[in-house]
């Protein structure tokens, strides 16, 4: 029997004032980071979020990655 479940971590992404990347997230306690650039943000998040779910006591893999932007608009 399988006992898998899915389970959505929304991450938030902010820059910081010294020009590197900060993530977090309210769904995954721990999810606290920050790295250079994007690239380094985006090669280390998802073992930071693997190794985070270990410690609660759940194997894991990310099965669905969905990048979404979400915009601030005024007429121009």
Not at 4 to 30: C, E, K, N
Not at 58 to 69: A, C, L, M, T, Y
């Amino acid at each position: 029997m399988d006992d898998s479940q899915l389970r959505v971590v929304t991450v938030r992404i902010a820059h910081t004032q010294d020009g590197g990347l900060r993530a977090w997230s309210d769904d995954l306690p721990g999810l606290n980071v920050t790295y250079p650039n994007h690239q380094v943000l985006f090669a280390e998040l998802n073992p930071k979020i693997a190794s985070l779910l270990k410690q609660q006591g759940f194997d894991s893999k990310v099965v669905r990655e969905i990048h979404q932007f979400i915009v601030e608009v005024q007429p121009g």
